[in-house]
């Protein structure tokens, strides 16, 4: 049997990337219990108690509110396949890699997508939105992305919710890189479909999509004109199975639950006000640290994240052979751009159970050391 592989064993890593995040051995220790079926009644129990911590961390009363089983980019299919149909205009708010992601899904749906803003790293203002509203008074969509990760910069919602509410506009936010780490509102922000992903600051592995309809979002799914091209993201079914029928659908990732679960019972241990605490001042501190060593901030003063760290890189930093340095000497993973922000930038990762005083302390030596053995002479830090 010499063929067979030894059992994986992955490398010791300090996970600072935006996403995965570190997952906390009481959340890996969950997902290691004995699997149980998808129709037991503890599972039932299981699923309900997800659904209300989930409540509580979305900020929301929605009845549906479920982890869809995928990763965030299936939450952000199930968002948009749902409420878009041929034809409805969606309005979509460009900055960065992500927005194309969902501007790329709802051309999928076959919807008249109508581009606002479009340039990366730039929030879009409020009054653009006004205008591309009252262009196109028969939007039936906007799509944002909250904390767009492939360029740092947080784009505000809450006038941008008012705007859609004035206008008979449903709201759909990517929550991905955002929940559990900086505020988000659902309901106190208008938002009628939002949706997150497990890996990033919920700090669970990933493979789970937390995602959130409002009774509007889900009368327009029941009343569509055109059958839903996904029959696996459809969320009439899936209600069905959340519900008291218990209807199946398909498998529930049950060890998957088991973690969301646990990992769940952290956040709301820590307090979300105390969480996103956490996060800004870590991020505050990395920042200003990175600065002070040559690291200018790419988002625009007043807009960045403290979760996703995103800073350009100084001349003595050579983007490819210094991340994989990073990696090989000191196990620390950090982003590099993506697009045309390739080399140009880093994107360090400050989510869940990753941002820690130790991870922030842990990189910037690792970044001296790498800075004084290319510099020799240039005394690290200063
Ligand atoms: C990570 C991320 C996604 C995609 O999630 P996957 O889990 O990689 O599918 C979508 N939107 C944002 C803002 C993200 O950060």
Same mark, same amino acid.
């Given at each position: 049997?010499?063929?067979?592989?030894? #059992? +994986?064993?992955?490398?010791? #890593?300090?996970?600072?990337?935006?996403?995965?995040?570190?997952?906390?051995?009481? @959340?890996?220790?969950?997902?290691?219990?004995?699997?149980?079926?998808?129709?037991?009644?503890?599972?039932?129990?299981?699923?309900?108690?997800?659904?209300? =911590?989930?409540? %509580? @961390?979305?900020?929301?009363?929605?009845? &549906? %509110?479920?982890? @869809?089983?995928? %990763?965030?980019?299936?939450?952000?299919?199930? *968002?948009?396949?749902?409420?878009?149909?041929?034809?409805?205009?969606? &309005?979509?708010?460009?900055?960065?890699?992500?927005?194309?992601?969902?501007?790329?899904?709802? $051309?999928?749906?076959?919807?008249? @997508?109508?581009?606002?803003?479009?340039?990366?790293?730039?929030?879009?203002?409020?009054?653009?939105?006004?205008?591309?509203?009252?262009?196109?008074?028969? *939007?039936?969509?906007?799509?944002?992305?909250?904390?767009?990760?492939?360029?740092?910069?947080?784009?505000?919602?809450?006038?941008?919710? $008012?705007?859609?509410?004035?206008?008979?506009?449903?709201?759909?936010?990517?929550?991905?890189?955002?929940?559990?780490?900086?505020?988000?509102?659902?309901?106190?922000?208008?938002?009628?479909?939002? !949706?997150?992903?497990?890996? /990033?600051?919920?700090?669970?592995?990933?493979?789970?999509?937390?995602?959130?309809?409002?009774?509007?979002?889900?009368?327009?799914?029941?009343?569509?004109?055109?059958?839903?091209?996904? +029959?696996?993201?459809?969320? &009439?079914?899936?209600?069905?199975?959340?519900?008291?029928?218990?209807?199946?659908?398909?498998?529930?990732?049950?060890?998957?639950?088991?973690?969301?679960?646990?990992?769940?019972?952290?956040? &709301?241990?820590?307090?979300?006000?105390? #969480?996103?605490?956490?996060?800004?001042?870590?991020?505050?501190?990395?920042?200003?640290?990175?600065?002070?060593?040559?690291?200018?901030? !790419?988002?625009?003063?007043?807009? $960045?994240?403290?979760?996703?760290?995103?800073?350009?890189?100084?001349? +003595?930093?050579?983007?490819?052979?210094?991340?994989?340095?990073?990696?090989?000497? +000191?196990?620390?993973?950090?982003?590099?751009?993506?697009?045309?922000?390739?080399? /140009?930038?880093?994107?360090?990762?400050? =989510?869940?159970?990753?941002?820690?005083?130790?991870?922030?302390?842990?990189?910037?030596?690792?970044?001296?050391?790498?800075? *004084?053995?290319? #510099?020799?002479?240039?005394?690290?830090?200063?």
């Amino acid at each position: 049997m010499g063929d067979i592989p030894p #059992r +994986f064993e992955p490398p010791i #890593r300090r996970l600072m990337a935006p996403g995965p995040s570190q997952a906390d051995i009481r @959340v890996r220790e969950a997902m290691a219990q004995p699997v149980i079926g998808h129709l037991d009644p503890a599972t039932g129990q299981l699923l309900n108690e997800i659904q209300a =911590m989930l409540r %509580t @961390v979305f900020r929301t009363e929605n009845v &549906l %509110t479920f982890p @869809v089983s995928g %990763t965030g980019t299936a939450g952000m299919e199930c *968002a948009l396949m749902n409420v878009l149909e041929p034809g409805d205009v969606a &309005l979509l708010l460009v900055g960065g890699a992500f927005a194309e992601r969902m501007l790329e899904i709802a $051309r999928r749906c076959g919807a008249d @997508v109508r581009v606002v803003g479009g340039e990366w790293g730039r929030p879009i203002p409020d009054d653009e939105v006004a205008v591309a509203l009252a262009s196109h008074p028969d *939007a039936k969509v906007v799509g944002v992305v909250h904390a767009e990760t492939s360029t740092g910069v947080l784009q505000p919602l809450e006038g941008i919710g $008012r705007l859609c509410e004035e206008h008979g506009a449903m709201l759909v936010v990517d929550a991905v890189a955002s929940l559990g780490g900086i505020p988000v509102e659902v309901d106190g922000w208008g938002i009628d479909v939002c !949706y997150s992903g497990s890996q /990033k600051c919920l700090s669970v592995p990933p493979g789970l999509a937390p995602i959130t309809f409002s009774e509007r979002a889900v009368n327009v799914r029941t009343n569509r004109a055109t059958p839903m091209h996904s +029959f696996y993201l459809d969320v &009439l079914p899936i209600s069905q199975y959340l519900g008291s029928e218990r209807l199946y659908h398909h498998t529930a990732p049950i060890s998957m639950l088991y973690g969301l679960h646990e990992g769940l019972r952290m956040v &709301l241990e820590e307090g979300l006000e105390p #969480r996103w605490r956490r996060h800004a001042e870590l991020g505050a501190e990395l920042l200003a640290a990175l600065h002070e060593r040559g690291f200018e901030p !790419y988002a625009p003063e007043g807009y $960045r994240l403290p979760e996703v760290v995103g800073v350009r890189l100084p001349d +003595f930093i050579d983007d490819k052979p210094m991340r994989r340095r990073l990696l090989d000497e +000191f196990g620390i993973e950090v982003a590099g751009g993506l697009g045309d922000l390739a080399g /140009k930038v880093w994107r360090v990762g400050l =989510m869940g159970e990753s941002c820690t005083r130790e991870n922030v302390e842990a990189v910037l030596a690792a970044i001296d050391t790498l800075a *004084a053995s290319v #510099r020799p002479g240039v005394s690290s830090g200063a």
